[in-house]
C-alpha cells in the first residue's frame, strides 16, 4: 500500500514569500505528526493532529507558522514570510492512534531552502 | 525540560561486527521508548520499541535496553551489514489525554566499513 506521501520534495523560495507544504498521511491513520529536521540536527516536533480533537501546537516555533487537516486526512503546513531560519527538511508521519501508536510512518520529507 | 540526547554523535564499526548505540533520557514518565533509523533523504523508518516496564526486547538482529535506574537507552545489533549504515535516533513517547508526543535525540550516525 501507499506510505506518507509528501509535496514538493524539494522548494526554494525567497526570503519573505509563503510556502505551503503538503502530506497525504496513510489511508486510515488518524494521527498525523510534523517535525523539522535541520542539517544534521534531531527532529524537532512541529504540531500533532489526533482525529477531531484540537491539534497540539506547542511546538510551533512562531506565528508564521500554521497547519490545517482537512477532513481528517491530507494536511498542509504553511510558513508565511520565510526567513532563512526555516530552511530546513520538513517531515510528516502518521500512525494509527491506540495500540502501537508510538510507530510513526514517516513521509521523505520536503527539503525547504529559504534564499 | 525534558530532552533525549545520544553519547556518541558517530560510530564507526567493521562489517560483521556488533554495534552498539547509546541514549540518555530525562522524561521517566515516558511509556514507551523507540530506535529509528533514517538512510540518506528518507524519512525515519521505526525499528524497534520497548515498554517502559520492560528491560530488553530482541528484534530481528537488533536489540533494545531500558534501564531506568540510569534512564539509559541503547540499541544492539548484530552482525552490522553495510545495509545498516546509517542515522540512528532514540525517542520516547508518552501517551496523555490528549494524544501522543514523541520527542527525538540528536542522532548517531553508524559507519559500516568494509
Known amino acids: 500500500g501507499a506510505g506518507v506521501s509528501q509535496s514538493p520534495s524539494n522548494k526554494v523560495t525567497e526570503k519573505g514569500k509563503d510556502v505551503e507544504l503538503r502530506c497525504d498521511p496513510i489511508?486510515?491513520?488518524?494521527?498525523l505528526y510534523w517535525y523539522r529536521q535541520s542539517l544534521g540536527q534531531g527532529l524537532e516536533f512541529l504540531i500533532y493532529?489526533?482525529?477531531?480533537?484540537?491539534?497540539?501546537k506547542s511546538g510551533l516555533p512562531s506565528d508564521r507558522f500554521s497547519a490545517e487537516r482537512t477532513g481528517g486526512s491530507v494536511s498542509t503546513l504553511t510558513i508565511q514570510r520565510t526567513q532563512q531560519e526555516d530552511s530546513a527538511v520538513y517531515l510528516c508521519?502518521?500512525?494509527?492512534?491506540?495500540?502501537?501508536?508510538?510507530?510513526?510512518?514517516f513521509g521523505s520529507g520536503t527539503q525547504l531552502s529559504v534564499l | 525540560g525534558e530532552s533525549v540526547g545520544l553519547h556518541l554523535p558517530t560510530l564507526s564499526v567493521q562489517e560483521g561486527d556488533n554495534s552498539i548505540i547509546n541514549c540518555a533520557y530525562s522524561?521517566?514518565?515516558?511509556?514507551?521508548f523507540i530506535w529509528y533509523k533514517q538512510e540518506s533523504g528518507k524519512g525515519p523508518q521505526f525499528i524497534i520499541d520497548?515498554?517502559?516496564?520492560?528491560d530488553k526486547r530482541q528484534g530481528q538482529r537488533v536489540t533494545v535496553l531500558l534501564n531506568k535506574t540510569v534512564k539509559h537507552l541503547s540499541l544492539q545489533i548484530a552482525a552490522t551489514q553495510p545495509g545498516d549504515s546509517a542515522v540512528y535516533f532514540c525517542?520516547?513517547?508518552?501517551?496523555?489525554?490528549?494524544?501522543?508526543?514523541?520527542?527525538f535525540g540528536t542522532g548517531t550516525q553508524l559507519k559500516v566499513e568494509l
Open positions: 525517542a520516547e513517547n508518552r501517551v496523555t489525554g490528549g494524544g501522543n508526543k514523541l520527542t
Open positions: 520497548i515498554r517502559s516496564n520492560m
Open positions: 522524561n521517566s514518565a515516558s511509556d514507551y
Open positions: 489511508s486510515g491513520h488518524t494521527a
Open positions: 508521519a502518521s500512525s494509527f492512534f491506540g495500540t502501537r501508536s508510538e510507530k510513526l510512518f
Open positions: 493532529f489526533q482525529g477531531n480533537s484540537a491539534p497540539d
